[in-house]
């Protein structure tokens, strides 16, 4: 099987040492002693794979590179789970999705390049935006999320709308495209390679189109997959950057002026932009100068994952997970934990959300666009 060798080859699988430092750091495994990612290596390597790729193991990685940061042999497995779904699917397997298959559906429906959408009745008279400028505003799944998830206290509008607030008082008033797609890092990480292709190659004519030159988002997952993987995916040549590196610069240049309150705030790190991305400080920064930032037990490198990815998977281990982090920012006196990723929050306010489950663990969790919107000098 010529995909499984070259997903082990280029994952490093073969340099596994066995020592069970992954299994020990893994979010899931420290939930479900059923899983490991050494077992799964090693199952790989070793067994026909029609004894386990049409298993749930494949699906139950939350791809979120904590066993990546400790692994002495530098196997990539967040990429090599991700490269056996794709080879799953191939054979007629996929994870099982939450919510319907919903929000899988709208990526589909996004790959036809003939699709005319209504997706910028968010946009305020008082929100400047640019009709031929070349810094865009990648906004992404933002609508589509919000009118999912709103009822569950999601700020999806919100978090669009404070975004291009906040770039207007750093003196950028930018592009955002009517039928700009999802950027498809679902697709991607749940296998769908070819979907994943399509939306980028539709979105990457679009910016070319329109000339741009820079690209910022509010999502983590757009960050990571529009600097990461578009570029070999479709060829993208374009500055990405989250709004928190955007704002940060500004506010070091001395062009964001925020006003410092009591609100003690936690900063959880979504990991597509820590991680993945390797950007810690500029939210951290942001929030010191708008907040009182306390740190949870588990930061940075070594920051929990939201318990859920790619809309899988989402079940008890999921909230066995959130409830250790919502933990975590209450045990640092946290009033508001604070996130750079729009699929953290839904997933954090979905595991507070059940009405007449057993009552958990419970903080307010906020935008980190939001808390600097209220934060602005002269707002």
């Known amino acids: 099987m010529d995909a499984l060798e070259t997903a082990l080859r280029e994952n490093r699988a073969y340099l596994c040492l066995s020592c069970g430092k992954c299994t020990a750091v893994c979010p899931v495994a420290r939930k479900d002693a059923g899983f490991s990612p050494r077992r799964t290596v090693e199952r790989a390597v070793n067994d026909d794979p029609a004894s386990w790729l049409g298993g749930e193991d494949l699906w139950k990685c939350l791809t979120c590179l904590r066993c990546s940061a400790l692994c002495p042999g530098d196997v990539r497995f967040s990429e090599f789970a991700r490269d056996l779904r794709a080879l799953a699917r191939e054979h007629g397997s996929t994870g099982a999705c939450t919510h319907g298959d919903a929000i899988f559906t709208w990526m589909r429906l996004m790959q036809d390049p003939n699709l005319r959408q209504n997706r910028l009745g968010w946009i305020t008279d008082d929100l400047q935006v640019s009709e031929d400028g070349d810094t865009l505003y990648f906004v992404g799944c933002l609508p589509h999320y919000d009118a999912m998830f709103r009822g569950q206290g999601f700020e999806g509008v919100a978090i669009a709308q404070n975004t291009v ?6 003196g950028i008033a930018p592009r955002v495209l009517p039928d700009e797609r999802c950027c498809g890092h679902d697709l991607l990480w749940a296998g769908d390679v070819e979907g994943f292709r399509a ?9 070319a189109q329109a000339g741009i030159r820079r690209i910022v988002t509010s999502c983590a997952e ?16 374009v500055e990405v950057l989250h709004i928190s590196q955007v704002l940060a610069q500004s506010l070091a240049a001395g062009s964001l002026a925020l006003r410092r309150s009591a609100l003690r705030v936690a900063f959880h790190d979504p990991c597509r932009l820590g991680r993945h991305g390797g950007e810690y400080d500029a939210p951290r920064t942001l929030l010191a100068a708008a907040a009182e930032l306390r740190e949870m037990e588990h930061e940075r ?28 920012a209450l045990a640092a006196d946290a009033e508001v934990m604070v996130t750079a990723c729009p699929k953290c929050q839904i997933h954090f306010t979905c595991a507070m959300s059940g009405a007449g489950e057993a009552s958990g663990p419970r903080v307010a969790v906020r935008d980190l666009t939001g808390v600097l919107a209220d934060a602005l000098v002269g707002e």
């Open 301 to 328: 490198e070594r920051a929990l994952c939201c318990g859920t990815s790619v809309w899988t998977q989402c079940g008890q281990v999921a909230k066995a997970i959130q409830d250790e982090r919502i933990g975590e």
């Open 199 to 207: 939306l980028a190659h539709l979105n990457a004519t679009l910016f």
């Open 222 to 237: 757009c960050y990571r997959t529009l600097k990461m993987d578009y570029p070999s995916a479709c060829g993208l040549k």
């Open 165 to 170: 607030h906040l770039l207007n008082r750093v």
